[in-house]
């Protein structure tokens, strides 16, 4: 994808123009999503396409998951930086908790969570940070799937917690979040690569206005 770097745009703050490293910033944000998106949907073909599939294939793709997110959450822009820590703190703790998990259980990570959804309480931290990133996206841009995403992925995590949903259910829920999820990853792709940058005249207002109180 092309991109003119000569082009001025006018910020609510002043003019500004997009250079290499935004667009090389925007290219790794897309990137990483969709390398986690795919993770996620593998993992869930192989869950839903096999009923007996040792769950201990599941673990590296998870890995994978959550190191793409890691990466997207570390390129994405936010303007609310508070929000930008949060979400990062979030999908910190989520996979200090599944490390954790998985070296005290005897089982896969994902049998654990399955069988122990108590510990959706430390793991789902991890999905609560992809949610923040589904909602900016659907309120930034208007994409259906983040519309229908943003609350789908909760109510799974939330119904499995409190053992309300049935085991069809959820696997309905999880196969529509697997290829919503795609498909956002695929529509990002295409996305002109200054929607995702922003205004950076707003960043640069509020990194003065933090610059004058420290």
């Given amino acids: 994808m092309s991109l003119d770097m000569s082009v001025v745009y006018q910020g609510q703050f002043g003019s500004y123009s997009i250079n290499d490293d935004d667009r090389k910033g925007v290219i790794i944000y897309r990137a990483a999503l969709t390398f986690s998106a795919v993770s996620f949907a593998t993992a869930t073909a192989l869950i839903l396409i096999y009923p007996n599939l040792d769950l201990s294939v599941i673990t590296p793709l998870f890995a994978c998951f959550c190191l793409g997110l890691g990466v997207a959450l ?11 820590r949060v979400l990062q703190g979030f999908w910190a703790i989520g996979v200090i908790a599944s490390v ?3 070296l005290q259980s005897n089982q896969p990570l994902a049998a654990t969570i399955y069988s122990q959804p108590i510990t959706i ?6 999905f609560a940070a992809l949610t923040g990133i589904f909602f900016k996206e659907a309120f930034c841009f208007n994409r259906f799937e983040t519309k229908f995403l943003s609350p789908l992925v909760p109510t799974l ?11 069809q259910g959820e696997q309905v829920l999880l196969g529509i979040w697997a290829v919503l999820f795609l498909v956002f990853a ?7 690569i200054p929607a995702d940058i922003g205004d950076k005249s707003v960043f640069d207002y509020l990194e003065k206005q933090r610059a004058e109180v420290r």
């Avoid at 570390?74 to 930008?84: D, N």
């Avoid at 309480?121 to 991890?126: D, H, K, Q, S």
């Avoid at 995590?157 to 085991?167: A, E, S």
């Avoid at 695929?186 to 002109?192: D, F, G, L, S, Y």
């Fill in 74 to 84: 570390a390129t994405i822009h936010i303007y609310m930086v508070l929000l930008h």
């Fill in 100 to 102: 954790a998990i998985a």
């Fill in 121 to 126: 309480l430390g793991v789902g931290f991890t």
């Fill in 157 to 167: 995590l939330l119904g499995h917690l409190f053992g309300v949903l049935p085991l």
């Fill in 186 to 192: 695929i529509r990002k792709t295409v996305q002109e």
